[in-house]
């Protein structure tokens, strides 16, 4: 009897400091949706999906539709990351496997580290991968000056 209790306590107490980790939706990302919705007035920007991991992540992306042209921009905020350098870097030759065709630049400017891939065609859609600390930002978009310039509305709200 007494080990019920004591397993009974210890689930309770368990329960009741993971519930104090959670972290829910952090304030500038919402700041950032406003920006986007103000300054890329050509592109129809709407929700796509929200992960709230607690205390361990948060993740959020938002979808833009233009006619026929679609494109997305994921944040994903890593709480309890134990190295953000080499999971980033894991992240970047995974995207260099996936896009072989694509020229990859190293982009000064966003966060700690940034690359772009983009097509020899300028009006093609252009991937950015970039990370701030904890935080990892991946932008999809159709054509080279929408993506970078997306990219830079995401870093300046980035704390």
Not at 58 to 86: C, H, M, Q
Not at 104 to 130: C, H, P, Q, V
Request: glycine share 10%; charged share 20%; aromatic share 10%.
């Amino acid at each position: 009897m007494m080990n019920k209790i004591c397993a009974l306590v210890l689930v309770v107490l368990f329960l009741s400091v993971t519930g104090g980790f959670a972290q829910g939706r952090p304030a500038w990302i919402g700041q950032v949706e406003q920006t986007l919705k103000q300054k890329e007035t050509a592109w129809k920007i709407g929700d796509g999906l929200i992960n709230d991991h607690g205390a361990t992540m948060y993740e959020e992306s938002f979808l833009f539709k233009k006619g026929a042209l679609t494109g997305v921009v994921e944040i994903d905020v890593y709480y309890v990351l134990t190295n953000p350098e080499e999971t980033f870097g894991g992240l970047v030759t995974v995207t260099d496997n996936l896009s072989k065709r694509a020229k990859k630049t190293k982009l000064a400017g966003l966060g700690d580290e940034g690359y772009m891939w983009t097509s020899s065609d300028r009006n093609d859609y252009t991937k950015i991968l970039f990370k701030k600390d904890i935080t990892f930002v991946s932008i999809w978009l159709h054509g080279r000056a929408t993506a970078q310039r997306v990219a830079k509305h995401v870093a300046a709200h980035i704390p």
